[in-house]
């Protein structure tokens, strides 16, 4: 485990700029983070997609301020270190730049001006109907509001446009009749016997600041959420974004924002319907599942104990009601968490292999979402890491 430097190490992150004058802050992982898809992607087949980075990121578009982190102070630091244009270092600010681009990989915050570049194409794989990027507000409220520019990427285990439906709507649009628990969608021909490389869902026991070794999953939570479904593991369902990047000068962490949400609670609550999200990071120092909440719950369906939800007594809660951010859209009466932080640590010149996948567990009908956004490097030590 990491604990926070002192603001010393802003400092000298800011030794890498010519000049800077920033205030960066901390967020709780346990409240809720700051603030379809691929336009420039290249198809290589209906099911599988990569889209296309360059050298540099396009900054038009952007919507509303740069965004950094840190410490929760100002440092006035003005140094002139001559020019450095060849130099990579993480940088405290990023400039969201999906105000008018719907690419997934701007949506999710990468390959922006001060942004996580991407070593290559960042791919996705699974249903073309998976996947979407989100501009609209969810709901009646801004819980769901993206967490860093005006966008934010939705995966399913359905058809992600259902997501913006009413339920009033879902017969008709999302071709979920009133007798199921909906939103369902069953994609012939996406369900996995097993998890794509580099993922290994069998635990694993891993030493701190010791080489990877064996494959497996460190935070050994995958193996034992997915049994939940039955003896034979199948991953129903199957979509996923990845990407590869190198961690740059002056990194300490690796972090995103993200918020679940499923229509298994509570209608089929407590089976074994344990739809998953997994992040699974491989770096030289750990492989394994990151997407954890606050207190190191996994993100299953039926395992999670929910903060919004549909109220006991929904007629007698009024304005207090804990499902009220779930109302007038698709998940309203589910279940779902707020936005949460996942971060892990990263040294300097550390490649790592990043992939966000979701699947249905138990069986291939009544839909979750994982909503993503803020990917991220930290530059200064995260509050802990795994």
Known sequence: MRSPHSALIVAAACLLESGCLVTVFVKDAGGEADGTGGGSGSVGSDDQVSQETGSSASTSGTTGEPTSEGFGVTVDVDFDLGEQEDWNSCSLVRVPCDGDSEDIDHALGINCDGGLQTEGALTWSGPAGSRLVVDQVLGTTEVYAPTEGSRRVALSTG???????????????????????????????????????????????????????????????????????????????????????????????????FAFLTAEFPPRFPGGYNDLFVAWVASERYTGNIALDPDGNPIGAVTLPYTIKLDEMPAGCGDECVDIPLREFAFEGRAGTAWYQSEIGIDPGESIEVVFALFDVGDAIVDSVVLLDGVRWQCAPPPSSL
């Not at 979920?176 to 026991?205: F, H, I, N, R, Y």
């Not at 030493?207 to 593991?233: A, F, H, K, N, R």
């Open 159 to 257: 058809d992600a446009s259902h997501l913006l439906l009413t339920l009033p709507e879902m017969p008709d649009l999302g071709n979920c009749p009133v007798s199921q628990t909906c939103p369902s969608t069953d994609w012939p021909g996406a369900d996995l016997d097993e998890l794509p490389p580099p993922m290994v869902a069998k635990a694993k026991q891993c030493e701190e600041d010791e080489p990877v070794g064996v494959p497996g999953d460190c935070s050994q939570t995958i193996e034992s959420q997915w049994l939940l479904g039955g003896d034979m593991m199948k991953a129903y369902d199957y979509t996923e974004l990845r990407f590869s990047a190198v961690a740059p000068l002056g990194t300490a962490g690796f972090a995103f924002d």
